[in-house]
């Protein structure tokens, strides 16, 4: 592992290179503060190192060795199945294309154009609340959508995750961001999935979070001049309010 240290906005910033593959090389740029760090990939993560990343923190964390921590990354196309996914819900065609994992949620999709965030954060004493937590990160991407122009996005408990309105048909709503967490000893990993500028045809061959007749969305395509660096900023600088709220 190398390790660079310099100042960014004057505030202490590392950014050091995962060398498990030497092959694959990811870079992260970690936000360190007094309180909990903020990390910020730039490159493409492979989803399985990804994983061990984050259970490595997770590790790290209840040892007392590391801060809560927010990833913000974006992964290599890949389909993940929560713990709620039956076996009806996979797609025999992607049966060797899908990795199946311990967060909460069904099917869904991840790649390019789609703004991942792992929040991996321990919760203490009154803090101790799994629906706050959530709605805390309903919360966090409604901010953020409404910076890229979006003001009518909503949060909806019957189907977790964040919906807007249909351009052509207001009747109709359409899932802009997915949720997907897992607690373990009072410790949170897995996170929130927003669709900036995806190929949301990749949606098409799978049920997205086991919602029947479910339609996808993304930033994009109501906002078409929005740039995806515009996005990754705004939500490193609401990640702070999302993070004070649990810390």
């Known amino acids: 592992m190398i390790i660079m240290n310099h100042m960014i906005d004057n505030q202490h910033v590392q950014s050091y290179e995962i060398l498990n593959n030497p092959k694959n090389m990811k870079k992260i740029k970690r936000y360190n503060y007094s309180n909990y760090e903020i990390w910020v990939s730039h490159d493409l993560v492979d989803y399985t190192e990804a994983l061990e990343i984050m259970q490595d923190c997770v590790t790290r964390i209840a040892k007392n060795l ?24 996979f797609p025999p065609h992607l049966s060797d294309k899908i990795i199946s994992i311990d967060r909460g949620g069904k099917l869904t999709y991840h ?22 937590f959530i709605q805390g990160l309903e919360c966090y991407i409604l901010n953020i959508l409404q910076e890229a122009g979006i003001q009518e996005a909503q949060a909806c408990r019957e189907k977790v995750g964040i919906w807007v309105k249909n351009i052509n048909n207001i009747s109709q709503s359409e899932k802009i961001a997915s949720i997907g967490i897992k607690v373990r000893n009072w410790i949170t990993s897995h996170g929130f999935a927003l669709n900036i500028a995806p190929q949301l045809e990749k949606f098409d061959v799978i049920v997205p979070c086991g919602l029947a007749n479910a339609k996808v969305t993304s930033i994009k395509n109501f906002n078409p001049s929005v740039k995806e660096s515009y996005v990754i900023d705004s939500a490193l600088k ?10």
């Open 66 to 89: 590391a801060k809560p921590t927010l990833w913000l990354l974006q992964h290599q196309e890949v389909y993940t199945a929560g713990r709620l996914t039956g076996e009806n819900d």
């Open 238 to 247: 609401h990640a702070h309010n999302f993070l004070s709220r649990f810390i």
């Open 111 to 132: 790649g390019p154009g789609q703004l991942v965030g792992y929040a991996i954060i321990p919760l203490k004493n009154e803090k101790r609340d799994i629906r706050t």
